[in-house]
């Protein structure tokens, strides 16, 4: 089955997923770009809310943050989110590719000059139902 025959839509990304990002932010020239890291609680609410809860590090300095936005899943498990970063007052924006049957997503941050990557893995998954055709566990 591919991601077209999943036919995935908002309702597909629904959860909390704990994320981990890394990565480099541009600083004006001629300043090298900062080490950027963190870690977020993200909580999809399956209708296009995001919101989060995290710590986030600058050139090893860190603090707390909170995010809230909007996204969008396309059908073939693609999509893209919008969030308001506190403090900072500032706006990120992210593609996204949706994995492992909804436990995980593969995050790029699209803002000009940020190379930042981030996974997200579904906090609690829930077990995989087994297939009523499967005759290999008897």
Known sequence: MNAYDRGCSNATLKGTFA??????????PPAPASLF???NLDTFDGKGTITATGFATLDGNGAPQTENGTY??????????????SPGGFTAHAFFVIDDGGNELQIIVTDPGN????????????PEEPDPGDDSRE
């Open 72 to 85: 969008t899943v396309n059908p073939d498990c693609t999509g893209t989110y919008e969030v308001q970063i």
């Open 37 to 39: 890291a963190g870690v």
């Open 115 to 126: 190379v930042i990557t981030c996974i997200a893995r579904k906090q609690f998954p829930k």
């Open 19 to 28: 994320e981990k990002d890394t990565g480099f932010i541009p600083n004006p």
